[in-house]
């Protein structure tokens, strides 16, 4: 078992260097149901989770343990095809795992995605939108434990985790803003725990990407997050139950469309406007 250190991190960068010959710019990790959006990678170049050294493998439906470099209008990129998620029994150092890898490889864009229910209701499901801000209610950090300096500062700023240049091109596609309020799953919220979120300002929730961006952010990455609000929050519609399979579903529809924001974004990061 890994202790998903430094040293394990340079010997996975080592690897993955070996065979990828470029430096990735920008990482893009698709969430639930968005595996797809992988295919906007030009010149592909897939490695396997399992052949990996030190990699945490998912278990999740929907997540397939794939990572894709190549470039998207010519900038080179790197897909990670599925995350590991708390909830699978991963410790918080092994979720961010990959985010610690992807800063040793010299990654500067870390672009999240995932799936949420929609607190606030003038999302409609399956739309798209874009972080502004997170609640850690995971019970834990990945920055917990003796901290290795060499990776970030013991006590980092979150003032502007989710780059704010990133968020203004978003806005200026028309897609709405949230804030997202991470839980550790894997059981759905209870509609009173939805009411709590709303209280607390959350816009929206969900199981992942809290840790990353933490991690992302403390490394020295510019951070954006898109969500696809799959359904409603538990309880808003109170005939409604939630399952794993509506949320793939609905979200493997908006695959395209984040496909489409996705690389618009890093053409705009390429031509250096950004
Ligand atoms: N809650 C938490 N995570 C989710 C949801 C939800 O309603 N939908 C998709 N991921």
């Known amino acids: 078992m890994p202790s998903y250190d430094y040293d394990d991190a340079r010997e996975t960068a080592g690897y993955i260097r070996g065979i990828i010959p470029f430096t990735p710019k920008t990482a893009i990790v698709a969430g639930s149901g968005l595996a797809d959006i992988a295919d906007m990678v030009e010149n592909p170049i897939t490695l396997y989770a399992k052949d990996i050294p030190n990699w945490p493998g998912s278990t999740a439906p929907g997540h397939a343990?794939?990572?894709?470099?190549?470039?998207?209008?010519?900038?080179?990129?790197?897909?990670?095809?599925?995350?590991?998620?708390?909830?699978?029994?991963?410790?918080?150092?092994?979720?961010?795992?990959?985010?610690?890898?992807?800063?040793?490889?010299?990654?500067?864009?870390?672009i999240a995605t995932n799936a949420s229910g929609a607190i606030n209701t003038s999302y409609t499901p399956g739309e798209i939108v874009a972080i502004t801000d997170h609640i850690n209610?995971?019970?834990?950090?990945?920055?917990?434990?003796?901290?290795?300096?060499?990776?970030?500062?013991?006590?980092?700023?979150?003032?502007?985790?989710?780059?704010?240049?990133?968020?203004?091109?978003?806005?200026?596609?028309?897609?709405?803003?949230?804030?997202?309020?991470?839980?550790?799953?894997?059981?759905?919220?209870?509609?009173?725990?939805?009411?709590?979120?709303?209280?607390?300002g959350a816009d929206l929730v969900g199981m992942s990407t809290v840790p990353e961006v933490i991690t992302a952010h403390a490394m020295g990455m510019r951070v954006a997050g898109l969500s696809c609000a799959?359904?409603?929050?538990?309880?808003?519609?109170?005939?409604?139950?939630?399952?794993?399979?509506?949320?793939?579903?609905?979200?493997?529809e908006a695959a395209i469309r984040t496909a489409g924001i996705i690389t618009a974004l890093i053409d705009r990061l390429n031509r250096g406007e950004m």
Do not use: C
Not at 79 to 89: A, D, I, P, S
Not at 165 to 170: A, G, P, Q, R, T
Not at 231 to 252: F, M, W, Y
């Open 65 to 110: 343990g794939r990572i894709i470099a190549g470039t998207i209008h010519g900038r080179h990129v790197i897909f990670l095809q599925g995350r590991v998620h708390y909830y699978e029994g991963y410790s918080m150092k092994a979720v961010t795992f990959p985010v610690r890898v992807l800063g040793m490889l010299g990654v500067k864009e870390y």
């Open 137 to 200: 209610l995971m019970g834990s950090s990945p920055l917990i434990g003796p901290n290795d300096s060499r990776w970030n500062e013991r006590f980092p700023d979150m003032t502007h985790a989710y780059d704010r240049e990133m968020l203004e091109f978003f806005a200026g596609l028309g897609l709405k803003q949230g804030v997202y309020a991470a839980m550790h799953g894997p059981s759905f919220e209870t509609p009173a725990e939805v009411r709590m979120l709303r209280m607390l």
């Open 230 to 252: 799959a359904n409603l929050a538990a309880g808003i519609d109170p005939e409604h139950r939630l399952t794993g399979q509506e949320v793939l579903e609905v979200v493997s």
